[in-house]
């Protein structure tokens, strides 16, 4: 059975110098967070003392490649302070916290509560404070604290120093004019920023504009470009023509946000606003030079071939007129690198039938401040065998290999049937750029739950966590669909999805969230923000910990580069 809330612990440790020239020490004091306890037991801790489930942890030091210096088993956990010797001193280390009880069968132990703090210096003869954030291990663990303001539809960039900024979105709530039933969204220009090390929110300013459904970017300066988006959306779930009903999703105001970028600069918390040709529900995709690629979206209210291409450094932005071989809204877009830097895009546009799902996908490349497309083969070669799906979601596994789930159809597609109504799906596929080919995959190893308005994010070099969106219809509640809790994870060497599991329970989210965020962290977690609940907004932020409950030898394990 799920917890209803889950616990999370924060850990402060000192890092001393010792007085030898082989390195320092490692002081702990515990600090806890307070939360509502969850159904898998525990209690209330002391301050100053562990998670009160565990009977002992392991600290471990780490160099950069997750290769133990030293590590030290506490089992006395009376102690105000713990402390670990004989370090080698160095400015990027990795501290791991393992807390543990032995399993209550077998005797062996199983860790329950996780933490990692990177870049970590220790120095002789100077002390340096580390904040630690403890969760579930392999479970999903609510923040301890919640946004300001509740959001949905927003961005979530993670920043030069691992804090995560969390821009705009839709946080007002109400029932809309529109022909058809709907719910209307408000966009907000609110800021607010992570610290992945106390688990806890703080407003940092505001955008210029109000703006949801936009585009993010960090900059190689530090600073993030933040660009086009809408004022006023909709969310419905009936629709007048049942022949092409259309996304659930509409802009019905782009305001100022349609017709502008900014960049925002964490350090100052102000924001510089420039002008840009009209562009809502653009797919996008950040360039490592600092430019923002726009794809499709609406250009006076139709769906648009162009891309448009932005340069913070210059201020000035670039069109692309008819760059993209179908009118595109809200693509799902996915960066390959390379160079020239080649993207990705699938989705966002009708099938041409019920029997042909046409332009489904193609291929960007980006040279200088031109680009080009391409319409791959596996397109065009089985037209009844498409994805003209909205709203997918889709991620990179491996180079040249793409993880495509979920989403909905905007019209009749692979039946006749009327009327069509956009459902969430199951259907899932792999395709491999390199070959030139798509894997639809079977039932077995598709997802386990339909889903759209997803997250995909890279966790490892062999899996992809797939997590909420939209489930089903429910026209009875505010939002129109039911979110949905589950977890799952793509497999790459089993090549299918399944569930993730800890200590025997399937893991699912403390809250089921749809157009929420999710970013991987610099300690390997994901935090998911926000999003939309059946009843409105949320301003609650959980973070997955993919870290095992077996106890390794030296700490926990190393760390994939992050993309």
């Not at 630690?132 to 479970?139: A, K, M, N, Q, V």
């Not at 071939?305 to 670039?318: N, Y």
């Not at 977890?487 to 089993?494: A, I, Q, V």
């Not at 609940?533 to 910990?545: K, R, T």
Request: glycine share 12%; proline share 9%.
């Amino acid at each position: 059975m799920k917890p209803m809330m889950a616990i999370a612990w924060v850990l402060s440790a000192s890092m001393l110098a010792g007085c030898g020239e082989e390195g320092g020490r490692i002081a702990l004091r515990l600090n806890v967070t307070r939360l509502p306890l969850d159904s898998r037991g525990g209690a209330p801790a002391a301050r100053g003392q562990p998670p009160p489930d565990i009977q002992g942890f392991r600290l471990c030091v780490q160099d950069t490649n997750g290769e133990p210096l030293t590590c030290k088993d506490f089992a006395d956990l009376s102690a105000e302070k713990f402390r670990l010797g004989d370090i080698p001193t160095g400015d990027h280390l990795v501290v791991t916290f393992q807390g543990y009880r032995p399993n209550p069968l077998t005797g062996v132990p199983e860790v329950l509560w996780c933490g990692r703090a990177v870049d970590v210096p220790v120095r002789k003869n100077s002390t340096t404070a580390v904040s630690l954030l403890l969760s579930r291990c392999g479970d999903s663990t609510e923040t301890p604290g919640g946004l300001g303001r509740p959001r949905v539809f927003h961005t979530a960039t993670r920043l030069a120093d691992g804090r995560i900024l969390i821009a705009g979105g839709f946080s007002s709530f109400s029932e809309g004019s529109c022909p058809e039933p709907c719910t209307e969204l408000v966009a907000e220009a609110s800021l607010e920023v992570y610290d992945p090390g106390t688990g806890e929110f703080s407003a940092t300013g505001n955008l210029a504009s109000a703006r949801g459904l936009h585009a993010a970017h960090l900059l190689p300066d530090g600073r993030v470009a933040l660009a086009g988006g809408c004022l006023r959306a909709s969310l419905q779930s009936t629709f007048s023509d049942p022949d092409r009903p259309g996304s659930p999703l509409r802009c019905l105001e782009g305001g100022p946000a349609s017709r502008s970028y900014e960049v925002f600069d964490p350090v100052s918390g102000l924001s510089d606003a420039h002008d840009m040709p009209e562009t809502m529900l653009a797919g996008a995709a950040g360039l490592p030079d600092g430019r923002l690629l726009l794809l499709g979206g609406l250009e006076n209210g139709s769906p648009s071939r162009r891309g448009l291409l932005i340069d913070p450094a210059s201020g000035e932005t670039f069109p692309l007129e008819d760059l993209l071989s179908q009118a595109r809204v809200l693509p799902a877009v996915v960066p390959l690198g390379g160079a020239p830097f080649e993207v990705f895009v699938v989705g966002g546009a009708e099938p041409s039938d019920y029997q042909n799902a046409g332009i489904w996908a193609e291929r960007i490349w980006v040279t200088g401040n031109q680009a080009n497309s391409a319409v791959p083969a596996f397109v065009t070669a089985n037209p009844t065998g498409g994805f003209p799906v909205l709203h997918a979601g889709a991620g990179l596994w491996w180079p040249g290999r793409v993880i495509l789930s979920g989403g909905m159809y905007s019209s009749a597609f692979g039946t006749p049937d009327r009327p069509f109504v956009p459902t969430p799906l199951k259907r899932s596929a792999m395709i491999d750029l390199r070959l030139d080919q798509l894997s639809v995959l079977s039932e077995s190893a598709e997802m386990i739950d339909a889903r759209a308005f997803h997250t995909v994010t890279q966790v490892s070099m062999e899996g992809l966590l797939v997590a909420g969106g939209f489930q089903y219809r429910d026209p009875q509640v505010p939002a129109r669909f039911q979110g949905s809790a589950f977890l799952e994870w793509w497999d790459g060497p089993n090549l299918s999805f399944g569930p993730r599991w800890a200590l025997g329970q399937r893991v699912v989210l403390a809250r089921a969230r749809a157009g929420h965020s999710a970013t991987r962290l610099l300690d390997g977690r994901v935090l998911l923000v926000g999003g939309l609940g059946s009843q409105g907004p949320l301003a609650s932020a959980e973070v997955f910990d993919p870290f095992p409950n077996e106890l390794g030898t030296g700490g926990l394990p190393a760390l994939l580069p992050l993309p």
